[in-house]
T-cell receptor, first 115, second 113 residues
Framework: AAGVIQSPRHLIKEKRETATLKCYPIPRHDTVYWYQQGPGQDPQFLISFYEKMQSDKGSIPDRFSAQQFSDYHSELNMSSLELGDSALYFC??????????????FGPGTRLLVL | AQSVTQLGSHVSVSEGALVLLRCNYSSSVPPYLFWYVQYPNQGLQLLLKYTTGATLVKGINGFEAEFKKSETSFHLTKPSAHMSDAAEYFCAVSATGNTPLVFGKGTRLSVIA
């Protein structure tokens, strides 16, 4: 079965640079979530989209922005990178029917290292 | 608001022994509860989930969990540990199936031969 695809899998950037992470949800999934997992930490929710509209917002820095496109893929844009942004970034997708009990399926993650 | 507490950041068991990973939740609404497993340098894989109905939930790889509302718990068990079970386990809660997951701090399971 098709899974969530994330690219790139690994990314190395310098401080103050920008980065763009991409997420391709499971086919027919219309909801995308972004999570950040720091070293030895639990995943923290950043932001989510349902049908191309932002649905929830978590602890996402103002330096970060994201959007969901017409084909439901999503991109997380990160600017003015800081050392503390080094983390594993997960994307998850689900079917977003109102009131449903859909599971979030996670991608393999993008490991970002900021030097 | 939802929150999850996982008791024990590290659990070590012998191969063939019972695995018990503890999770307590706090939720202002009936919760949806999940257990995910993360192997080193990999993503999160769903083990099992509780939404409504039967309180004993069976998942993959022989794991199961029981939702106990009176104890606000959702502990994960497996009768007999295998070396391949060594991983990080996360308990998570959400208010519905379409809201962000709130994760616990995780429990690292080690299996000793």
């Amino acid at each position: 079965a098709a899974g969530v695809i994330q690219s790139p899998r690994h990314l190395i950037k310098e401080k103050r640079e920008t980065a763009t992470l991409k997420c391709y949800p499971i086919p027919r999934h219309d909801t995308v979530y972004w999570y950040q997992q720091g070293p030895g930490q639990d995943p923290q929710f950043l932001i989510s989209f349902y049908e191309k509209m932002q649905s929830d917002k978590g602890s996402i820095p103002d330096r970060f922005s994201a959007q969901q496109f017409s084909d439901y893929h999503s991109e997380l844009n990160m600017s003015s990178l800081e050392l503390g942004d080094s983390a594993l970034y997960f994307c998850a997708s689900s079917l977003g029917r109102l009131g449903s009990q859909e599971t979030q399926y996670f991608g393999p993650g993008t490991r970002l290292l900021v030097l | 608001a939802q929150s999850v507490t996982q008791l024990g950041s590290h659990v070590s068991v012998s191969e063939g022994a019972l695995v018990l990973l503890r999770c307590n939740y706090s939720s202002s609404v009936p919760p949806y509860l999940f257990w995910y497993v993360q192997y080193p340098n990999q993503g999160l894989q769903l083990l099992l989930k509780y939404t409504t109905g039967a309180t004993l939930v069976k998942g993959i790889n022989g794991f199961e969990a029981e939702f106990k509302k009176s104890e606000t718990s959702f502990h994960l068990t497996k009768p007999s540990a295998h070396m391949s079970d060594a991983a990080e386990y996360f308990c998570a809660v959400s208010a519905t199936g379409n809201t962000p997951l709130v994760f616990g701090k995780g429990t690292r399971l080690s299996v000793i031969a």
